[in-house]
């Protein structure tokens, strides 16, 4: 009887040969098997990365997106940063310049004698912290009326003699100089609109009648002015 284990069994040579034929048959089976499921994956696979591919680069452009609004907002509040402090130095330099001229505008500056002194004057209010600053310290003047607070403003602030060189309008046949055209009178104006109880219903005839008296009483009370000195010396 013949064995397998016999080495010359042919027998146990041809089962050998089917088994392994069978075993590479079954062996060609998986590959193949799972060559058609991974070429069926890949195909999700690929899907899927295209799919990511695009959600990539949208987030991408998000990003830049993001990125270019943080910078631009950065450049607008440094630029926001420097204007403040632009305003800050310049409301400082006001404010400084403001105090200064309280210090002495009125003690220094007023009252103008002579045209040279006035020119002088009108050339600075071109400065609108020195505009202010004068507005300011003549509506402190106050008085009890429209034509009490203008007065005392026109004394404060001009010598008889001054206010001798002019009327209201001008008038070229007695060289009078034209009042009315002066920055000082629009100070004046603005000054005595600032004070709040003249506020409410304020007509610029009230304004303008008191500096017209005191400019036409102007060469009379230079004149009454020696009489005074003199009863004051006896």
Same mark, same amino acid.
């Given at each position: 009887?013949?064995?397998?284990?016999?080495?010359?069994?042919?027998?146990?040579s041809?089962? +050998?040969? !089917?088994?392994?034929?069978?075993?590479?048959?079954?062996?060609?089976?998986? !590959?193949?098997?799972q060559?058609?499921?991974?070429?069926?994956?890949?195909?999700?696979?690929?899907?899927?990365?295209?799919?990511?591919?695009?959600?990539?680069?949208?987030? &991408?452009?998000?990003?830049?997106?993001?990125?270019?609004?943080?910078?631009? !907002?950065?450049?607008?509040?440094?630029?926001?940063? *420097?204007?403040?402090?632009?305003?800050?130095q310049?409301?400082?330099?006001?404010?400084?310049?403001?105090?200064?001229?309280?210090?002495y505008?009125?003690?220094?500056?007023?009252?103008?004698?002579?045209?040279?002194?006035?020119?002088?004057?009108e050339?600075?209010?071109?400065?609108?912290?020195y505009?202010?600053?004068?507005?300011?310290?003549?509506?402190?003047?106050?008085?009890?009326?429209?034509?009490?607070?203008?007065?005392?403003?026109?004394?404060?602030?001009?010598?008889?003699?001054?206010?001798?060189?002019?009327?209201?309008?001008?008038?070229?046949?007695?060289?009078?100089?034209?009042?009315?055209?002066?920055?000082?009178?629009?100070?004046?104006?603005?000054? +005595?609109?600032?004070? +709040?109880?003249?506020?409410?219903?304020? &007509?610029?005839?009230e304004?303008?009648?008191?500096?017209?008296?005191? !400019?036409?009483?102007?060469?009379?009370?230079?004149?009454?002015?020696?009489? *005074? +000195?003199?009863?004051?010396?006896?």
């Amino acid at each position: 009887m013949l064995h397998c284990g016999d080495p010359v069994n042919p027998l146990c040579s041809v089962q +050998t040969t !089917l088994s392994s034929a069978h075993r590479g048959r079954d062996a060609t089976r998986r !590959l193949l098997k799972q060559r058609y499921f991974w070429f069926r994956m890949s195909d999700d696979v690929r899907n899927f990365i295209r799919q990511c591919n695009v959600y990539e680069a949208v987030l &991408k452009m998000l990003l830049r997106g993001q990125i270019m609004m943080k910078f631009k !907002l950065e450049k607008i509040e440094e630029k926001q940063n *420097t204007i403040m402090k632009m305003l800050i130095q310049k409301k400082e330099s006001l404010s400084g310049e403001d105090n200064n001229i309280d210090y002495y505008i009125f003690s220094d500056l007023f009252p103008l004698k002579n045209i040279e002194d006035l020119n002088q004057i009108e050339s600075k209010l071109i400065d609108i912290g020195y505009r202010t600053a004068i507005i300011r310290e003549l509506s402190y003047i106050g008085g009890k009326t429209v034509a009490s607070a203008v007065k005392k403003m026109i004394v404060k602030m001009f010598d008889d003699e001054l206010l001798s060189k002019f009327t209201f309008a001008g008038r070229k046949s007695t060289n009078k100089k034209c009042f009315q055209s002066l920055k000082l009178y629009k100070i004046i104006d603005e000054a +005595t609109k600032k004070i +709040t109880k003249f506020k409410e219903c304020l &007509k610029q005839e009230e304004i303008d009648d008191p500096i017209k008296y005191m !400019l036409v009483q102007a060469p009379f009370r230079i004149k009454r002015k020696p009489e *005074t +000195t003199e009863i004051a010396s006896k």
